[in-house]
């Protein structure tokens, strides 16, 4: 077996298990989705974006109706163009692409597009408690995120935290550790979810799959 059937087997099993758990549980925690150099790519690719000034600091709401407060959320972030995107960052769309065929079949969820932005939480900063999915625009339907963080520890913090709904009305909480490699994914319409402070700058790709063609407009 060559080793592109090998990442080929291993890309299919990742996307059977996030099909599985989604279906299941409503999220999906896989570790090695991205492999250590891929990782170090797209850092590279991040640490270019920074140099370059193009990341701003992240908003809350709809886009028409976006507001700052550094109190509920206090990372930066810079959009992803696909048609201008970077071949590490060209690489991971596709495969992203590749992922939201393959929930099409099996879930029947109808997604037809997804929007990601590289993100960038400096020490200390937080986003509180929220869902995803906004009230006056509900199509975003899965959460994602990629995590770039090599070497990162449990007492480095930085956790995403979810809070699970159960039918009696009570709420589990997960934290997801967010080590090199990791993706979370979940439902962007029913879990509230945090990110908690950590002490070294965190970074990540964080997106969502839509049910309708991307309309952002990249600034």
């Not at 999906?28 to 989705?33: G, K």
């Not at 960052?89 to 065929?101: G, K, N, P, S, Y």
């Amino acid at each position: 077996m060559t080793n592109e059937e090998v990442e080929e087997g291993a890309e299919l099993l990742h996307f059977e298990q996030i099909a599985d758990r989604l279906s299941d549980k409503g999220y999906a925690i896989i570790d090695n989705f991205l492999q250590p150099n891929e990782v170090r790519n797209l850092l590279e690719v991040l640490q270019h974006h920074q140099e370059q000034g193009t990341f701003k600091k992240a908003g809350i709401g709809p886009a028409e109706s976006v507001t700052v407060d550094r109190q509920v959320r206090g990372d930066f972030i810079r959009w992803i163009e696909p048609s201008e995107a970077l071949p590490p960052t060209q690489i991971f769309l596709d495969r992203m692409h590749e992922l939201l065929r393959y929930i099409n079949r099996t879930c029947f969820l109808g997604l037809r597009d997804f929007e990601f932005h590289f993100t960038v939480y400096p020490p200390g900063t937080v986003y509180q408690r929220h869902l995803d999915q906004f009230r006056t625009d509900d199509h975003r339907r899965l959460s994602f995120i990629c995590y770039l963080n090599e070497d990162w520890q449990p007492e480095n913090g930085g956790n995403l935290r979810l809070y699970l709904p159960n039918e009696d009305g009570s709420e589990e909480e997960v934290d997801v550790l967010p080590i090199a490699g990791r993706l979370a994914c979940f439902r962007a319409d029913i879990i509230p979810h945090e990110v908690l402070a950590a002490n070294r700058h965190r970074y990540s790709l964080t997106g969502w799959m839509l049910d309708q063609l991307n309309e952002l407009t990249f600034l």
